[in-house]
């Protein structure tokens, strides 16, 4: 099949974009996920109440919405929308009872929460270029909102959108049936994709390697946590005591603390999707047909220092695999998923155990083989699958890419949290050039001679662009 050609299978991709509402919108909106939320509570109590007079809970998505009829309506709550309530009850229920089949620890729907996503499924909503209709209960006024960008997938894909808030933000999540697209890949070649912190993806096809550096996104995660130390260290003493209710201010705080957290995820997630999208791309030029990944489970199950252990919790290792796997899908590739101990100490000539290796370079004292130790662990995953031809010594052409954007020279984490404060001057501080009490940014002078390495060079600045 030539290249481009669109193959019958579909896969379904969701956008979440966020909502440009007024007040009286978004409150209207918060009612819809307030009424799911009381509909989510009522579930709970119904089937709690059933349990303590012996009957047996209602988790089936028929007769759960049987069982709604017995309730009323709920608020602006619309039928799809109270009927999308009960599915996301049913199909929780029903996944925690498969894991502990499995022997897998789950647990049954149990807490209530005060706001619950409302999802509409296709003909229930209309869409008009970048405003969209969501349903509500008969008799109520049509309630319109915007979405902040175009959505990215045609309108006669989409299936259904979700209203969900996060961080204090309305979003919509636009899930849309979107096409397989057939490259001219080859089902016998192979390559190896070794997931890590420094580079959150490295991947070997024979000869050819592929490093994708996560500088952007480990600058993001140190600014973050800074500025998240920073704020307890100041509220501590100002924080309510265990079962004290908190003032307005501390609302407020909260609040704020919420939106920083789902503003660092988010940007986190948009690096990991910019990186994976890199790997696929280098899989279809090199008409790769299936994508071996380390598979990093049980990593975190053994102690491995504070610092350590904050770091391999911070990964983010799962969204990694999921959305690798998922543009993978869409363009063709098959993904499996191998161990990965031992491949990054391992030599892929003569097969023996290294030391630990210092640093990003390996050498072997054996075979005095040497190269870059995430292309060596990429190389021995790719060869544990047993198919294709895979070269036993480190690729010779190795691509450079970068996924995320670099913080801000004038990010305000910046000028509050840079340790090297005393050492430079930066004149966005309200100080002039080499004053004692200048703020921690970095310099002009700085930033004329950048460190040697390959993760220094920043993005080009619209003000520093003639």
């Known amino acids: 099949m030539e290249s481009g050609a669109v193959d019958p299978r579909l896969v379904h991709r969701t956008?979440?974009?966020?909502?440009?509402?007024?007040r009286r919108q978004a409150d209207r909106c918060y009612g819809l996920l307030r009424s799911a939320g009381d509909l989510w509570a009522w579930l709970l109590d119904t089937n709690r109440e059933r349990l303590e007079q012996g009957a047996a809970p209602i988790v089936g998505y028929q007769a759960l919405c049987r069982e709604l009829t017995t309730r009323g309506p709920a608020g602006e709550l619309s039928v799809v929308g109270a009927r999308s309530?009960?599915?996301?009850?049913?199909?929780?229920?029903?996944?925690?009872?498969?894991?502990r089949r499995k022997g897998e620890p789950a647990g049954f729907p149990r807490r209530k929460r005060l706001l619950v996503p409302v999802r509409f499924h296709h003909q229930t909503f209309q869409l008009d270029g970048q405003r969209v209709r969501l349903p509500v209960a008969r008799g109520r006024p049509a309630l319109w909102v915007r979405i902040a960008r175009p959505i990215p997938y045609p309108a006669a894909q989409v299936r259904a959108v979700t209203l969900v808030a996060d961080g204090g933000q309305l979003w919509l999540a636009v899930t849309a049936a979107v096409p397989v697209h057939q490259h001219?890949?080859?089902?016998?070649?192979?390559?190896?994709?070794?997931?890590?912190?420094?580079?959150?993806?490295?991947?070997v096809a024979e000869q050819v390697g592929l490093l994708v550096s996560g500088r952007a996104i480990?600058?993001?995660?140190?600014?973050?946590?800074?500025?998240?130390?920073?704020?307890?260290?100041?509220?501590?003493?100002?924080?309510?005591r265990p079962g004290q209710r908190g003032s307005r201010r501390w609302r407020r705080y909260r609040a704020r603390l919420r939106r920083v957290e789902a503003?660092?995820?988010?940007?986190?997630?948009?690096?990991?999707?910019?990186?994976?999208?890199?790997?696929?791309?280098?899989?279809?030029?090199?008409?790769?047909?299936?994508?071996?990944?380390?598979?990093?489970?049980?990593?975190?199950?053994?102690?491995?220092?504070?610092?350590?252990?904050?770091?391999?919790?911070?990964?983010?290792r799962t969204h990694l695999v999921q959305a690798l796997s998922n543009k993978a899908e869409q363009a063709g590739i098959e993904v499996r998923l191998v161990d990965e101990r031992g491949t990054s100490s391992t030599c892929?000539?003569?097969?023996?155990?290294?030391?630990?290796?210092?640093?990003?370079?390996?050498?072997?004292?054996?075979c005095s083989l040497?190269?870059?130790?995430?292309?060596?662990?990429?190389?021995?995953?790719?060869?544990?699958?047993?198919?294709?031809?895979?070269?036993?010594t480190p690729p010779t052409l190795v691509e450079h890419r970068r996924a995320g954007i670099v913080p801000a020279r004038r990010?305000?984490?910046?000028?509050?949290?840079?340790?090297?404060?005393?050492?430079?001057?930066?004149?966005?501080?309200?100080?002039?050039?080499?004053?004692?009490?200048s703020s921690g940014c970095r310099s002009s002078h700085a930033t004329a001679h950048p460190a040697s390495g390959e993760d220094q060079a920043t993005r080009p600045n619209r003000a520093n662009v003639a």
């Open 15 to 22: 956008a979440r974009i966020r909502l440009r509402v007024t």
């Open 85 to 99: 309530v009960l599915g996301r009850y049913s199909d929780a229920w029903f996944q925690a009872a498969k894991r």
């Open 184 to 203: 001219d890949l080859d089902p016998d070649r192979v390559a190896g994709v070794d997931l890590g912190i420094i580079h959150p993806y490295a991947v």
């Open 218 to 240: 480990r600058a993001e995660s140190f600014l973050h946590l800074r500025d998240q130390q920073a704020r307890q260290a100041k509220t501590a003493r100002r924080a309510p």
């Open 263 to 316: 503003r660092h995820r988010r940007r986190v997630h948009q690096a990991h999707h910019q990186a994976a999208s890199q790997v696929v791309a280098f899989a279809v030029r090199q008409r790769v047909g299936v994508l071996v990944v380390g598979d990093p489970t049980g990593i975190t199950s053994h102690d491995a220092g504070r610092v350590h252990n904050l770091r391999l919790r911070q990964w983010r």
């Open 348 to 366: 892929p000539a003569c097969r023996r155990r290294v030391p630990k290796p210092s640093g990003r370079r390996f050498r072997c004292p054996a």
């Open 370 to 392: 040497h190269g870059h130790r995430d292309l060596v662990g990429a190389t021995n995953i790719a060869a544990t699958l047993g198919g294709g031809a895979i070269s036993a």
């Open 411 to 437: 990010d305000r984490r910046r000028h509050l949290h840079d340790q090297r404060r005393r050492q430079r001057s930066c004149l966005a501080s309200g100080h002039p050039d080499g004053h004692k009490g």
